[in-house]
C-alpha cells in the first residue's frame, strides 16, 4: 500500500478535508450539514491517511484509547447537555426555555445548545468511523 | 433541460443498482456501489435537500466504500 | 368489460409464454410476482400528492410553525438543524444510542478474538 502518488496527494489533500470537516461542524446551525456529515467527513480524513501512508501512520493521528474515550464521551457530552438544561430549570433536552446563551441569530456562536450537542455529536460520529475502519482492518491476528 | 438531467441521473442510477446485483467481482461491485451514492447525492440535490446530500455523499460514498474494501481485503475478491 | 379484457389478455398471455415461447411454471410465477408488484408500485406513486406542492397533506400546522417561528425560538438559521436538534432532540439521541450500540458491538466481536 505504500503508493508514492496517493502519499503526496493525499499529505496535500487531509488538512483542507480535515479543515472543511470542522467548518460545516461549527456551521452545523448556520448552513446545510450539520454534526453527521461534518463527523463523517472529518472521520473519513483521519481514514485516508492511514489507507494512503501505513496503519502506525494513522494509529499515531489518532490513537486507539483516544478515540474510543472520545466516542464514549461525545455520547456522555450529549445527555450532560440535556441534563444541565434539566438543572438550568427546563425540560430535559430543552434549549431556550432553560436559558442558554442565544446569541443573535446567524452569528457563529448563537443557538445555545444546538452549538454544543452539535459539536459532540460530531466529534461521536468522526471517532465511531475511525473505530469501526481499525477494528475491522486490524480484528482478528 | 433540467428536467433530462434529471431523468439521465435516475436512468444511471438503476444501472448502477442492477450492476451492482449482477457484477460477480466483489471490488468492482463496491466502486459501483459508490457510484450509487454519489448520483444519489446529487439526485438529493437536485430534490433541494442539501443536508441528506451532504451526509449521503459523505457517508454512503466515503466510509460505505471504505468498510467494504476493508472487509473485502480480510476475505475473498470473487463470489 | 375492461377487467374481462384484462383478464382475457392475462390467460392469453399465460398460455403464449408456457406452451409457445416455453417458460417453465416456476419463472412464471415469478413473473407474474413481480409483475403484480411493479404494478402496485407505479400505483403507489402515481397516487402521491405533487413534489412540493402546497396543498400536500404534510404541509400542515407543523412545519409552517417551524418556518415561521424556527429561528425565534431556537436560534439556528438552518431549519433542519434545529428541527433535528432542538424540536427533536430525543430522536437524534436514539440514533447516537444506535451508533453506539452498533460499535460497542462490532468492539466486543473484533475484540474477543
Known amino acids: 500500500m505504500e503508493d508514492q502518488i496517493a502519499r503526496i496527494t493525499s499529505r496535500l489533500v487531509v488538512p483542507f478535508i480535515q479543515v472543511y470537516g470542522i467548518y460545516i461542524i461549527l456551521h452545523g446551525h448556520l448552513s446545510p450539514g450539520g454534526s453527521f456529515s461534518g463527523g463523517a467527513i472529518f472521520g473519513a480524513s483521519l481514514v485516508l491517511v492511514a489507507l494512503s501512508f501505513n496503519l502506525e501512520a494513522g494509529s499515531k493521528q489518532i490513537p486507539h484509547n483516544t478515540a474510543s474515550i472520545l466516542e464514549s464521551g461525545g455520547a456522555l457530552g450529549y445527555i450532560i447537555t440535556g441534563l444541565v438544561a434539566i438543572a438550568m430549570g427546563g425540560y430535559y433536552l430543552s434549549n431556550k426555555a432553560a436559558g442558554f ?5 446567524g452569528s457563529l456562536f448563537s443557538a445555545g445548545a444546538i452549538f454544543i450537542i452539535t459539536i459532540f455529536v460530531g466529534i461521536k460520529v468522526a471517532s465511531t468511523i475511525v473505530t469501526l475502519f481499525y477494528y475491522i482492518i486490524e480484528g482478528e491476528k | 433541460m433540467i428536467d433530462i438531467l434529471n431523468i439521465l441521473l435516475l436512468l444511471f442510477l438503476i444501472v448502477c443498482a442492477v450492476g451492482v446485483a449482477y457484477i460477480r467481482d466483489l471490488l468492482s461491485a463496491v466502486i459501483l456501489f459508490s457510484s450509487f ?9 437536485q430534490l433541494s435537500a442539501p443536508d441528506v446530500a451532504m451526509v449521503e455523499a459523505a457517508l454512503g460514498t466515503g466510509v460505505i466504500s471504505l468498510l467494504l474494501i476493508a472487509a473485502i481485503s480480510k476475505t475473498r475478491r470473487t463470489e | ?35 403484480f408488484i411493479i404494478f ?17 397533506p404534510t404541509f400542515n400546522e407543523v412545519p409552517r410553525r417551524y418556518l415561521e417561528q424556527g429561528v425565534e425560538e431556537t436560534g439556528a438559521v438552518n431549519i433542519v438543524s434545529s428541527v433535528i436538534i432542538d424540536y427533536r432532540a430525543f430522536d437524534t439521541l436514539g440514533e447516537a444510542t444506535v451508533l453506539f450500540v452498533a460499535i460497542a458491538a462490532v468492539v466486543a466481536t473484533l475484540r474477543s478474538h
Open chain 2, 37 to 45: 451514492g454519489l448520483i444519489m447525492a446529487i439526485i438529493w440535490q
Open chain 3, 1 to 35: 368489460m375492461l377487467y374481462a379484457l384484462a383478464a382475457l389478455f392475462i390467460i392469453i398471455l399465460t398460455f403464449f409464454l408456457r406452451f409457445i415461447v416455453g417458460v417453465d411454471s416456476r419463472t412464471l410465477v415469478t413473473l407474474y410476482l413481480l409483475g
Open chain 3, 40 to 56: 402496485l408500485l407505479s400505483f403507489t406513486v402515481a397516487e402521491m400528492p405533487t413534489f412540493g406542492s402546497l396543498d400536500n
Open chain 1, 101 to 105: 446563551p442565544m446569541g443573535e441569530a
